[in-house]
Nanobody, 126 residues
Framework: QVQLVESGGGLVQAGGSLRLSCAASGRALSNYVMGWFRRAPGKEREFVAA????????RYGDFVKGRFTISGEDAKKTVILQMNSLKPEDTAVYYCAADRAARVRIAIRVYDYDYWGQGTQVTVSS
């Protein structure tokens, strides 16, 4: 079993930055992929970014366009999502997730992820 706890959400003005953290505990995570998803009001949950814990490879949603960076702090079992140049349309609940399957490419579908955090609210004002 894996437990995921997000932190770092809040209110920020457009153009600002936020740093989200996801602390993982439980089973060994060395072969997992850790990702971030978000759900805006009235929309489906969508893929934001993910990192393969063992290889360090990353993948981003198309809308990110270089604004977000995902990284892992192995010793702390923490995944960081650094979000810059935030826009009002980035307002959403952001969820941390873990995929335990070994895949050729990092998964971007919600149902490919096995464990989820409770989410943290990010609000970007215009």
């Amino acid at each position: 079993q894996v437990q995921l706890v997000e932190s770092g959400g809040g209110l920020v003005q457009a153009g600002g930055s936020l740093r989200l953290s996801c602390a993982a505990s439980g089973r060994a995570l060395s072969n997992y992929v850790m990702g971030w998803f978000r759900r805006a009001p009235g929309k489906e949950r969508e893929f934001v970014a993910a990192i393969n814990w063992s290889t360090g490879s990353t993948r981003y949603g198309d809308f990110v366009k270089g604004r977000f960076t995902i990284s892992g702090e192995d010793a702390k079992k923490t995944v960081i999502l650094q979000m810059n140049s935030l826009k009002p349309e980035d307002t959403a609940v952001y969820y941390c997730a873990a995929d335990r399957a070994a895949r050729v490419r990092i998964a971007i579908r919600v149902y490919d992820y096995d464990y989820w955090g409770q989410g943290t609210q990010v609000t970007v004002s215009s």
